[in-house]
C-alpha cells in the first residue's frame, strides 16, 4: 500500500533534505513540500472538500514551520483532519517536548539530524493509525474531511464602520435558515455584543483561554444561550483582560466552536492582537467591512498589507463589504476593489442609519424590521456568504431558488424581488441589462452639459480666428498703401482675402503719417455659423509699413 506523505518545512534546504530521505522510504509517496502553515492547512482542506480519501496518510510537520509554532499548527492540524496522522521532526527529542507532541495529537518524533530508519518507522506508525482511523470512520467519497461547520471573520477597517452590526445580522441570518450558529465578541478590550443584544452575562472568552483541554461540557458552560437562538462567546466585561487571550487560546476556542455550530461568526473588531489575528487566518471566510470614504478606504487598505506582512491573509483571499453605499458616492465598490486588491461582496449596505438607530438604542439589534433596507442587504450577503442554506450564493440554481423562497416567506414578493436586485440576479433589475440601462441614463443626464461645453470651445475658436484675420487683413493693406500710395488701394486690398462672412461687415481706416501707411481694419465675431448672427463685438486689427521711395 502506498502511503502518502505530505511535508511541512519553512526552510528551503529543510525541506529538499526532508523530501530527499522521504522519497528513499519503502512505498513512500511524498508530495512537494509546502512553506508555511497557512499552505498546509489550505491544502489539506482542498483535498479534504474532494474527498477524505484524497488526503495523505502521513504530514511530517518541521520544528522550524510558520508563521504558526509548530505545535499548534499540529493541534488544529489534528482536530480538522483527524484522519491524519502527523509526525514532528525536531533537534529536541527530549521528554518534555515528546509529551507536548503528543498532547497536541502528533502521532511521531523524528529527532534531528534525520536517520532512515527512525524516520520509517515514524512515519509507518503514523500511516498505520491514519488507516485504522478511517477504516472506523468508513471514510469513503462522501465522508467529510474533518469535523467543523463554516468559520466566518467579521472585521472592520477602522472604527464606526458598522463591523458589530454585520456580524450580528450575519449570525441571526444563519439561524433563522436552520443552522446551528455561535456569535463570538472577539473584540477583547470593547466588544459591544452583549450591548446590542441585551444580554447579562457572567462567563466570557477568557475563562476559556487558560483551559487546556476544552471539552463540550466546558464550552457549554462559557457560552450564552441567546433568546434568539445564538450562542453567544462574549468579550470580557474589563477590557484588560483581554490580553489574557493568547493567539493560541484563540485557535483552540475556535477549533472547539467549529466542532459544535454549523457556523461560527466571529466579530474580530478593529484593533488587530494575537487572538483575533488567529481568528481571521482559522477563518474559512475573511470579511473586512468598509465605508465609501477616502479615510475608510486607507485604513482598509493598511490593514489588508498588514495581513499580508504577517502572512495571516492574502488580499486576494479577503472579501470586502462596503457598508453605508449611496449611488452619489464618488467612492464605489469597484474602485474599492482596485485599491485594496481584495474581492469586493456583490451585496452592498445602503446608508440607513435612522433605520437601524431605534434598535441600536434599544439593545435589541434583532428585532430590526424585515423591511428594513440595512437588514435585507445583510441577510442578501449571508446568502451570497453560503450561510444560510446549502448552495446559497454559489450561484448554484438550488441556492438561487433557496434564497427566493426565504425572501418570500420572510418578506414577501416585495422583499424578495428587493434580495434579487442586491444579488444582481434576473427580475431584479440589476443584472447585464439593469446596469446598462442605469449608464444610458446617466449618460443622457450628461448630454446637455457635453453639448454646451462644446459651444463654448467652437466660439472661443471663431473668437481666435476672427483676430487673426484681422491682423492679416491690416498687414495687407498697409502693404499695399507703401507701393500705390492710396488710401483706396489700402482698403481693397485689406478686404480682398476676407471670407465673405466677415468681409461684409469689415470697416478699414488707411491714413499716412509721417512717411508711414496705417491701416485699421474692425471685423464682427460671429456667433457659432459664419455668415448668420455676429455678436456685437468688434475685433481690431493694426498694422503699418514705411512708404516706398523714402529715406
Known sequence: MTTRILPAAGDPDAARSLTTLLSQLPDAEPAPPVPDSTALLDTLA?????????????????ERIGPVPALDLIRETVLRFPAVGVVLVSADAGPQLFQAAMDAGARGLAALPLHYEELSARVQGAAQWAAGVRRHLGAGPEAPGGPGGTVVSVTGAKGGVGTTVTAVQLALAA?????????????LQSGDIASYLDVQFRRSVVDLAQISDISPRVLQ???????????L??????????EEVTDRAARQIVSSLRTRYEVV???????MNGANAAAVEMSDTALMVTTPDVVAVRAAKRLVRLWDRLQIRKAEETL????????????????????TGTRVARTAVPAGFKELQP????????????????KQALWALAAELGLTGDAAGTGGRSGRGAARGRALEKYGDRGALSLRRRRGLPGGGRGRGGDSGQVAVEFLGLVPLLAVVLILCWQCALLGYTYSLAGHAADQGARTATAARSAGACETAAVEDLPGAWRSGAS?????????????????????????????VTVNGGAGAAEEGRP
Open 46 to 62: 482542498r483535498l479534504a472538500g474532494e474527498s477524505v480519501a484524497d488526503l495523505p496518510e502521513v504530514v511530517v510537520v518541521h
Open 175 to 187: 439561524h433563522a435558515s436552520g443552522r446551528s450558529t455561535a456569535l463570538v465578541d472577539m473584540d
Open 221 to 231: 458552560d462559557a457560552v450564552c444561550d441567546h433568546a434568539t437562538g445564538l450562542g
Open 233 to 242: 462567546l462574549l468579550a470580557p466585561a474589563d477590557g484588560e483582560r483581554g
Open 265 to 271: 461568526v466571529i466579530d474580530c473588531g478593529t484593533q
Open 320 to 339: 470586502t463589504l462596503v457598508n453605508r453605499h449611496t449611488r452619489a458616492t464618488e467612492i464605489q465598490p469597484p474602485l474599492v476593489e482596485r485599491i
Open 359 to 374: 434598535s441600536v438604542d434599544a439593545g435589541r439589534l434583532q428585532d430590526l424590521d424585515d423591511r428594513s433596507s440595512v
Open 508 to 536: 478699414v481706416n488707411c491714413v499716412r503719417e509721417d512717411g508711414l501707411w496705417k491701416a485699421h481694419v474692425g471685423l464682427r465675431v460671429p456667433v457659432l455659423f459664419p455668415g448668420a448672427v455676429d455678436f456685437p
